[in-house]
């Protein structure tokens, strides 16, 4: 016979939270604890001893471990949580200040740091074209590469040594990137500060974000769809393109996202190489631009209130485009596979 | 059109371990051919020698020599992909293309081979989806992605699928392990149809479903573990059943095998 056992009632976790929390009050106010960290600090501690205690001696051993496990990894949650969402609320509260038309319509140009007004235009145009150049050159490149080291280069010795220098190349520090387009494009070459110039050194830092991310995606792709295709009498080359890279569509657009949110907040490497400009440069291949952190980097260096301000909204457009730009691909991506459906 | 596969002395490696030793068969044109022989003993790899789907696991190579109608496959001037258009397979698992429909998914070979948006593939595509015996049951959801029907669905789907390239011999490895006896009989009548043109070779563990549709039976077997497998004898399916020469066969097909 299956013996159903006591449980505790579904209020059971509140009621505990509540009463730790009430010890913790307590204890703050009549010992050395102190301070809203303190408090929190003690509740969890007496949650997690006052909850076990109690499933133990009702419910038994495993219901109670399974209540201490469920307890622990909602806390991870909770503090994996936390800091996003304080990081975004913070900006959208310090960042909605300035988020106006003037903002995302104007330029610095003829504006002192320490007026109001002025705004972001040349820096969102300007990290649109760099991070879109960018993403122009990485993602053909990498899905190349990622397509190659896992339908082909398993075996070569030249997979293995594109690998390794693909996985080198994703500890490469941004500054590092931008030094070199620095040296390698600005001075050597001669050419001068430009958004392209910003662009290449932002590619090499999304390359391998690129390559690993799809690579392990098309990995996933199972065997038996390509020897299906194969099977069929398709040709290698038309079954990657019409069967691995649609079936790994979603995974690739995802990888694509990645890379490019590792490379939208880069600072460094456009320091060296876009340089920055209060007004509006729309060609991205001649003369210093702006870009969106090189302008919160710039007014929040200012020790003006109306810079300060500038700094958050620009902080909260270069959020907003990273969101707008993943949903876009989300429904993109969902587009193409519906498409495919019919 | 159909043509008639003659191996000899066929060894197929997985890396350095031999898998299979020593194969040499024909395969009748316009025959049904059933292999038959326990678990690990290499039905599948030699299936997949025949049609140069073997080679595409890594390491994988094979010895000896198989002819399709005289030419040599595995010579190098072969191109594998021509072998496995003439050559189609079903897989003992069922793997419809996760990203298509049902339509696309019967279509998949005309449509991946290049072949424009034409005219007949309506008709071809119903065609093979009757032929398979799945018609009915999808008409109405055509335009719905393939990986949404049951398993045995699934597996007649891919039927559809590499018969709709009429191709000139099919090898079926286990076809109807995921069916209903219903699906079955209808595969089984398929086969039957399709040996007027084609040639078939199918892999099978329903010894009664070899009595049925093949008129040649290949007997393999293993020795043990870690052992390669070897054909052990072929001959006309009543013979193999009633009074083959080999002991194991006997004891293999009467069920005391083991
Ligand atoms: N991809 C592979 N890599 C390495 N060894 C393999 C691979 N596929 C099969 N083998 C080995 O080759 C031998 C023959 O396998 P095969 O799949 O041909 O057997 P089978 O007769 O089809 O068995 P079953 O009836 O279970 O399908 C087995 O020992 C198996 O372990
Ligand atoms: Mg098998």
């Known amino acids: 016979m299956i013996t159903r056992g006591r449980r505790l009632p579904r209020w059971t976790p509140y009621a505990v939270a509540g009463g730790s929390l009430a010890v913790a009050e307590v204890t703050e106010k009549t010992t050395v604890v102190s301070g809203r960290s303190g408090v929190v600090l003690v509740a969890v501690a007496t949650y997690l001893v006052a909850s076990t205690a109690i499933s133990a001696g009702v419910e038994g051993r495993r219901r109670c471990i399974d ?34 038309a003037t903002f995302l319509l104007h330029s610095m140009r003829n504006v002192a740091e320490q007026q109001p007004g002025g705004g972001a235009y040349q820096a969102i145009l300007g990290t649109i074209e760099q991070v879109g150049i960018a993403a122009a050159l990485a993602v053909p490149i990498g899905l190349g590469v990622a397509v190659y080291l896992a339908e082909y280069g398993h075996a070569a010795r030249l997979g293995r040594a594109v690998g390794l220098v693909v996985d080198v190349m ?81 995974g690739i657009v995802t990888g694509v996202m990645l890379g490019i949110a590792r490379v939208i907040g880069e600072t460094a490497p456009l320091l060296l190489t876009v340089f920055g400009n209060p007004s509006i440069n729309a060609d991205p291949f001649s003369g210093a631009q702006s870009g969106l952190p090189l302008f919160i980097f710039n007014e929040a260096q200012q020790p003006y209130p109306a810079a300060i301000d500038r700094a958050w909204a620009a902080a909260l457009a270069l959020v907003l485009i990273i969101l707008g730009l993943n949903v876009a691909a989300r429904l993109l991506a969902r587009v193409a596979s519906t498409v495919n459906r019919r | 059109m159909a ?103 019967v279509a998949a070979g005309l449509r991946l081979n290049g072949a424009r948006r034409g005219r007949g ?138």
């Open chain 1, 170 to 250: 994703t500890g490469l520090p941004s500054i590092v990137a931008g030094l070199f387009i620095y040296a390698f494009w600005i001075l050597l070459l001669g050419f001068s500060f430009s958004g392209f110039a910003g662009s290449l050194a932002l590619a090499v830092l999304m390359l391998p974000t690129v390559v690993r991310s799809t690579e392990e995606i098309i990995r996933l792709v199972p065997h038996g769809l390509r020897e299906a295709s194969l099977a069929l009498g398709v040709p290698v080359w038309r079954t990657i393109l019409k069967v691995v890279l649609p079936t790994a569509l979603t």
């Open chain 1, 67 to 100: 209540r201490l496990a469920g307890t622990l990894l909602g806390a991870a949650l909770l503090m994996a949580l936390i800091p996003l969402v304080l990081v975004l609320g913070y900006t959208v509260a310090q960042g909605m200040h300035r988020f106006d």
């Open chain 2, 3 to 105: 043509q008639r596969i003659e191996m000899s002395g066929v060894h197929a490696y997985y890396g350095s371990t031999l898998a299979v030793e020593d194969v040499s068969l024909t395969i009748q044109e316009r025959h049904i051919t059933a292999f038959i022989g326990p678990s690990g003993c290499g039905k599948t790899t030699v299936l997949r020698t025949m049609n140069r789907m073997h080679e595409l696991v890594l390491g994988a190579r094979v010895e000896g020599k198989i002819l399709l109608d005289d030419e040599d496959l595995y010579d190098p001037g072969v191109d594998p992909v021509a072998v496995r258009r003439t050559i189609g397979m079903v897989f003992q698992k069922p793997n419809p293309f996760p990203t298509m429909t049902v339509y696309q998914n």
């Open chain 2, 121 to 258: 593939s309506d008709e071809l595509v119903e065609q093979a989806l009757r032929r398979a015996n799945l018609w009915d049951e999808v008409k109405d959801r055509l335009h719905r992605p393939g990986a949404g029907l049951s398993g045995g669905q699934q597996q007649r789907l891919c039927i559809a699928r590499a018969i709709a390239v009429e191709p000139e011999v099919l090898l079926m490895d286990e076809p109807c392990s995921a069916l209903d006896p219903i699906s079955t009989l209808a595969i089984e009548d398929l086969m039957l149809e399709l040996k007027e043109r084609f040639t078939i070779v199918i892999v099978t563990h329903n010894m009664a479903q070899a009595a049925r549709v093949s008129q040649t039976t290949a007997f393999f077997t293993i020795a043990g573990a870690g052992q390669p497998g070897r054909l052990v004898e072929m001959g006309p399916t009543a013979t193999i059943f009633s009074t083959p020469s080999q002991k194991t066969t006997e004891d293999y097909v009467t069920g005391r095998f083991g």
